[in-house]
């Protein structure tokens, strides 16, 4: 195991006083790895940082190549399409048209919260060379990975559910399809994007990089024909609520944006993202290069979904019919004009399409690192879609379907915050890149209020608040 150490230390390309950012301490050595993980590293004889998970898919080394900056974005912006999603475009607009620009301050914190949690999925992933559900699967006799997958995969259903609706609801919107025709042509799209992802991660990357133009573009084109007085944004920014409904809809903002399926696949994509590849960076440089990856990713996806709430506020504000999405498009046709409609309809189907693609993804990672099951991608696209397509075929009102998806990424939120604020502190996990004590009680705060937030969603929406 010493020799291990030596190995590793002698990759990381600097000092032992080296650290990745504020708040992150060194420590003289890496411990020693839990006898599961052990066992698997050794079965491989492959270095503890080189191995990606406990079955034979290996993370390209970190060499100390000077690679360019450039060339390590990429991964957040697949997982920052988890935060431009259909129930993100619901929450912000009845946000907006219900309560103005009162809860501004409640999407800015959220993003910057989610700036935070991203990081440090990444950070895990990076310095370990393995994803955040291959190491809680290794840490768990097989029952209790069983019930983690359980969850896992009925979060992953609750969110294929809201973006395949979202789609329907577009292509209803666009073409006139019926929504459970809508729904397989999503499903139908959305897996052949994945089929570039499973040839070439940078493809995929590229494509989900250009929707998320699209979506960016889609959603703030009416920002433009009617810009907010910036005297009531700034206003916005105070804290405050009105009302327990104002704090049901808070809570709905935030359970929207901070999305279990993204924490989970963040920490494979930073891995995924240098297969083929020869060389990788140091992990100093590798960390820096993913924290501007993230602030540049998710300072995107913000501005996208402050947009929306901007819009709704400034443009839709006491319009009765706006609290589900097509009753919104319809409002902004009304007041915008048929032009800004389509376009808000076409980002609407980009989000749909890029998010069920990136939310397949990490389904699929996640049975992968739970189970040690190298399933099909086109298995896991199964699984999630039938019931979005079941709900369509009944025609449930997708509002509906939109709020108990809502409410059960609620619950699945803190099992996957917690291991990620606890493995990010495990000085024998991450060694001189474990958590210094102002960064963890800082993302601890930051994962109280999220749990907090989450069960007043759930309680409120149980007790019948609208």
């Known amino acids: 195991m010493n020799g291990e150490q030596s190995t590793l230390n002698n990759h990381d390309g600097h000092d032992g006083d080296g650290r990745s950012g504020i708040g992150e301490s060194p420590v003289e050595d890496y411990g020693h790895l839990d006898p599961h993980e052990a066992a698997a590293l050794a079965a491989s004889g492959k270095p503890h940082r080189q191995h990606m998970r406990s079955v034979p898919k290996l993370a390209v080394p970190h060499t100390g190549a000077k690679t360019k900056l450039s060339a390590i974005i990429g991964p957040a912006f697949v997982a920052a399409v988890a935060y431009v999603d259909p129930g993100n475009v619901a929450a912000n607009i009845t946000s907006g048209a219900r309560y103005g620009f009162l809860l501004v301050w409640v999407l800015v914190l959220a993003n910057a ?12 992933g990076i310095v370990t060379g393995q994803s955040l559900p291959a190491l809680l699967g290794n840490r768990m006799n097989p029952g209790g990975r069983l019930l983690f997958f ?14 395949v609706i979202g789609g329907a609801i577009a292509l209803n919107l666009l073409f006139g399809l019926p929504m459970f025709i809508g729904g397989c042509v999503i499903g139908a799209i959305s897996t052949v994007l994945l089929l570039f992802q499973g040839k070439r991660q940078s493809l995929f990357e590229k494509l989900i990089v250009v929707l998320l133009l699209v979506i960016t573009f889609g959603f703030i084109a009416g920002l433009f024909i009617a810009p907010p007085n910036p005297g009531s944004v700034l206003g916005g920014l105070v804290p405050r609520f009105e009302g327990a409904d104002s704090v049901l809809m808070a809570s709905s903002i935030l359970g929207a944006t901070v999305m279990p399926h993204a924490i989970y696949l963040h920490s494979t994509l930073v891995n995924d993202h240098y297969e083929g590849r020869d060389e990788r960076p140091d992990i100093k440089r590798e960390l820096f290069g993913t924290k501007i990856d993230v602030v540049w990713a998710l300072l995107l996806a913000g501005t996208v979904n402050l ?24 409002a902004v046709v009304q007041v915008l004009g048929p032009g800004i409609g389509v376009i808000f309809s076409i980002g609407l189907l980009a989000s749909s399409l890029s998010s069920t693609s990136v939310g397949t993804y990490a389904g699929q990672e996640i049975m992968h690192g739970l189970l040690h099951v190298e399933a099909p991608m086109w298995a896991c696209r199964v699984i999630t879609l039938v019931p979005a397509l079941v709900v369509l075929w009944f025609g449930t009102n997708p509002t509906f379907a939109l709020v108990v998806g809502q409410v059960v990424l609620s619950i699945g939120i803190p099992f996957a915050i917690i291991p990620l604020m606890r493995y990010t502190h495990d000085r024998q996990l991450m060694g001189e890149w474990v958590d210094g004590p102002v960064k963890h009680v800082i993302f601890l705060l930051v994962v109280v209020l999220i749990i907090v937030l989450n069960v007043a969603l759930v309680a409120l929406t149980l007790a019948g608040q609208n």
């Open 113 to 124: 919260m989610s700036v935070l949690i991203q990081y440090q999925s990444a950070k895990l």
């Open 150 to 163: 359980a969850q896992a995969e009925v979060i992953a259903i609750a969110t294929d559910l809201a973006e």
């Open 307 to 330: 947009a929306l709430l901007l819009l709704a506020a400034n443009s839709l504000h006491g319009m009765s019919g706006t609290d589900t999405i097509e009753g919104a498009q319809h």
